[in-house]
């Protein structure tokens, strides 16, 4: 089956943001577009699925998370999801000496392509900037880079939600009247996406916050507004809200 254009555009774009000749300029302008891009795409799939009287279809999809760090790639996915529409499964496979982890995510075909898209793109950015982030001497690199993807993804998910909201105020003022409003769609999108999680995890546990001892939620937390996601720029109060300090 051929790709939307839509998505051969945005993938385009991603592969420029992520290319090490950009410079961090030009990363973000292409990262900002793709996020617009990605935000109007997916909401503009489900108006269409609801304008049709077509019954919406959830699909899923398995998406394994390589070490290091996998449990925190996971966190960095589901929030993705989460802000696609999408409901998340952590699934942890246990083996003598080893964990595995994996999301099993629900939702529409459109959502389900976005999220990955876009969590694919972050992971490698996240990759390049956490290495190049000094851990502070005497504290142990996983515990720093831990803290650093936290703060990544809280960066993430407050750019994500500002994209969103922007992309469906914009989509319910260009809504005829005699058409149901976009966030009335958007809601029996994510119910219908987590009635089908349910079903299938019908025992479903909530997972156990976990605490983080590394330093480095500040520096990750920065990394994320770097990626820019459509969206203007955090101010400083919420790092300090979440009790994020930056060390001397």
Same mark, same amino acid.
């Given at each position: 089956? #051929?790709?939307?254009?839509?998505?051969? &555009?945005?993938?385009?774009?991603?592969?420029?943001?992520? #290319?090490?000749?950009?410079?961090?300029?030009?990363?973000?302008?292409? *990262?900002?577009?793709?996020?617009?891009?990605?935000?109007?795409?997916?909401?503009?799939?489900?108006?269409?699925?609801?304008?049709?009287?077509?019954?919406?279809?959830?699909?899923?999809?398995?998406?394994?998370?390589?070490?290091?760090?996998?449990?925190?790639?996971?966190?960095?996915?589901?929030?993705?999801?989460?802000?696609?529409?999408?409901?998340?499964?952590?699934?942890? &496979?246990?083996?003598?000496? *080893?964990?595995?982890?994996?999301?099993?995510?629900?939702?529409?075909?459109?959502?389900?392509?976005?999220?990955?898209?876009?969590?694919?793109?972050?992971?490698?950015?996240?990759? *390049?900037?956490?290495?190049?982030?000094?851990?502070?001497?005497?504290?142990?690199?996983?515990?720093?880079?831990?803290?650093?993807?936290?703060?990544?993804?809280?960066?993430?998910?407050?750019?994500?939600?500002?994209?969103?909201?922007?992309?469906?105020?914009?989509?319910?003022?260009?809504?005829?009247?005699?058409?149901?409003? *976009?966030?009335?769609?958007?809601?029996?999108?994510?119910?219908?996406?987590?009635?089908?999680?349910?079903?299938?995890?019908?025992?479903?546990?909530?997972?156990?916050?976990?605490?983080?001892?590394?330093?480095?939620?500040?520096?990750?937390?920065?990394?994320?507004?770097?990626?820019?996601?459509?969206?203007?720029?955090?101010?400083?109060?919420?790092?300090?809200?979440?009790?994020?300090?930056?060390?001397?």
């Amino acid at each position: 089956m #051929n790709e939307h254009p839509m998505l051969a &555009k945005i993938r385009k774009l991603l592969a420029k943001a992520e #290319n090490d000749a950009a410079t961090p300029e030009e990363a973000e302008a292409y *990262t900002a577009k793709a996020a617009e891009l990605i935000a109007a795409y997916g909401i503009d799939q489900t108006l269409l699925a609801a304008d049709s009287g077509a019954p919406l279809v959830v699909g899923d999809r398995v998406i394994g998370l390589e070490a290091p760090y996998a449990r925190d790639k996971a966190d960095l996915l589901a929030t993705v999801a989460a802000h696609y529409g999408c409901q998340a499964v952590q699934v942890a &496979k246990r083996e003598p000496g *080893t964990t595995s982890w994996s999301l099993h995510l629900f939702g529409q075909q459109s959502d389900l392509e976005r999220t990955e898209l876009l969590f694919t793109s972050l992971l490698l950015q996240a990759a *390049t900037w956490m290495v190049r982030a000094p851990v502070p001497r005497g504290e142990h690199q996983a515990a720093f880079r831990r803290s650093w993807l936290a703060g990544f993804r809280g960066a993430v998910g407050e750019r994500l939600a500002y994209a969103e909201a922007r992309a469906q105020a914009d989509a319910s003022a260009q809504r005829p009247d005699d058409r149901p409003g *976009t966030a009335l769609v958007l809601a029996d999108r994510a119910a219908v996406a987590k009635r089908a999680m349910q079903e299938a995890y019908p025992r479903l546990r909530s997972a156990r916050a976990r605490q983080l001892s590394g330093s480095g939620a500040a520096d990750g937390w920065d990394a994320g507004q770097r990626a820019d996601l459509g969206g203007r720029r955090m101010a400083a109060p919420h790092r300090r809200r979440l009790g994020w300090r930056r060390r001397s």
